[in-house]
């Protein structure tokens, strides 16, 4: 039985926090109200090393419908594949033997990394075999898959922060989170390099070379991983016992552009993996895959790019665990300040809080709604009922009462419940800056936004998705129920 891909999800502790390809060449996106329009750059000699990629496809028995071609002309991105024909819901668009993938295993060292990864390469995020055999395999001149990782971009092509400078990230990345994720990133990365890979290449001087493999070529085969690598599911009966499947590259597949509203998906079977149309596709759309139900953060945070504001059904923003901590203490003021330490730490102690954790709000509502709940209850109750409540370890009564977060549930909630929660929002919009009118006026002005590098667009969008959700759940806490931003 087959089944739908998964993009990369890391797990706790890996070197990075989240898994669609990034925008791969130069190019001008233009934000307005019905979205983007993208003007596409050619690369030096991109033409010649598609052709070449098509025919290493040929040469491995990657099999391509005759009404797909792999295209650079009028897409959202340097490479995509563009439908010739129309398509109709169902149909394999290409198929990937699975002798033509690029893993630990299949990699010309799978032997000498199968007897590292036993001793010296485990690593918490469970990459590292594979970004060291693309290390191996990129600089390889005779490897197997060089017409595929001839299409690898160059870092100066990557958007992904953390290739941006600093001082630029922080500027327009201000209050959304991506700094902090992307230093936590860059701390990681150099972390594991220095204490596993860097011992490992040292072992093995006639396969790496310190003068090529270094640092920075890791830096970038981890981004590489990072925005372009698949899943295969495991089996749902192995779901809660196993370790999830380590990343695997899968050429073809890893052209295909993101949009929520997406049109085809890839497939797992047992002797090769199918990109399948999952609705028509008319002649001269792009198809499309999709990396999840991803918010503009993470898709700029792991891939380098936004969808336009307000495109993103599934955007996002955050309010960080620690503020919420602060606008207690604001709200119930130095009198009742160690009854809110107090509160605070029982909240630890239940695993319901920490000081790295974040609420997550959606355009519906909140979506971390057991969190926010207990928190918002905890902190707003009488020392008498902060007492029952740690006798009985967090079981009451009431704990069959509806504990949903919804736009309209929050509109009902206990006005100190609301009054706590807006203060939080608050700071949360403190953290942006003074720029939020300026922002939506700007992206209300296709000409002014036009005027915009490409980063700052990114960056535009980004703040305004996240501003306009939090400012949307202000207004509830306020009792206005107001429509969908």
């Known amino acids: ?31 307005g109200p019905r979205g983007v329009v993208v003007v596409v750059k050619k690369g030096p000699g991109s033409g010649a090393a598609v052709r070449e990629f098509e025919s290493w496809c040929s040469s491995v028995n990657l099999e391509l419908s005759p009404k797909v071609v792999l295209s650079e002309d009028g897409l959202v991105d340097r490479y995509g ?10 149909e394999v668009l290409f198929s990937v033997p699975r ?6 295993v299949t990699t010309s060292i799978s032997q000498v990394l199968e007897k590292a990864e036993a001793a010296s390469l485990k690593s918490q ?18 490897s197997r898959w060089k017409p595929y990782l001839a299409l690898c971009p160059e870092p100066d092509q990557l958007d992904l922060p953390m290739f941006w400078p600093e001082e630029e990230r922080k500027r327009l990345l201000r209050g959304t989170g991506v700094p902090e994720a992307v230093h936590l990133d860059l701390e990681n990365i150099e972390l594991e390099f220095n204490s596993v890979v860097q011992p490992f290449l040292a072992a093995h001087p006639t396969l790496f070379d310190s003068k090529q493999h270094t640092l920075n070529l890791y830096k970038r085969m981890v981004a590489f991983v990072m925005a372009y690598s698949f899943q295969e599911p495991l089996e749902e009966e192995d779901e809660d016992e196993k370790d999830p499947n380590p990343p695997i590259m899968v050429p073809m597949a890893d052209i295909l552009n993101h949009v929520s509203n997406h049109n085809a998906n890839l497939e797992f079977t047992k002797d090769c993996l199918k990109m399948i149309s999952t609705r ?25 790019f ?8 599934n955007d996002a923003a955050e309010i960080q665990m620690t503020t919420l901590y602060k606008a207690a203490l604001q709200v119930f003021g130095e009198s009742r300040k160690q009854l809110v330490e107090k509160k ?23 979506l971390t709604e057991e969190e926010l709940y207990a928190a918002l209850k905890v902190l707003c109750m009488s020392e008498d009922e902060l007492e029952d409540y740690q006798e009985n370890e967090g079981w009451e009564e009431d704990d069959a009462a509806d504990e949903s977060l919804t736009n309209e549930a929050i509109v009902e909630l206990h006005p100190m419940w609301r009054t706590l929660l807006a203060e939080s929002i608050r700071l949360t919009l403190a953290a942006y800056g003074p720029v939020q009118k300026e922002d939506e006026a700007m992206l209300a002005d296709p000409v002014l936004s036009a005027k915009l590098s490409r980063r700052e667009r990114y960056a535009l969008n980004l703040r305004c998705g996240q501003t306009s959700i939090l400012q949307n759940l202000l207004r509830l806490t306020e009792g206005q129920l107001m429509a969908q931003v």
């Open 1 to 31: 039985m087959s089944q739908v891909h998964k993009r990369v999800k890391v797990r706790p502790g890996a070197p990075l926090v989240v898994g669609c390809p990034p925008p791969r060449v130069s190019r001008v996106v233009v934000c």
């Open 344 to 366: 605070w730490k029982v909240l630890c102690e239940m695993l319901l809080v920490g000081e790295e954790g974040a609420f997550v709000i959606g355009r519906e509502g909140v």
């Open 99 to 104: 002798d033509a993938l690029l893993s630990s």
């Open 280 to 304: 028509p596709i008319a002649k001269g759309e792009e198809v499309y895959n999709t990396y999840g139900d991803l918010a503009n953060w993470q898709l700029l945070h792991m891939y380098g």
């Open 125 to 142: 995020s469970g990459w590292v075999a594979l970004i060291v055999a693309l290390m191996y395999e990129f600089t390889c001149p005779n």
């Open 81 to 90: 594949l563009q439908a010739v024909e129309n398509i109709s819901e169902g």
């Open 306 to 313: 936004v969808e336009p504001h307000p495109a993103n059904n």
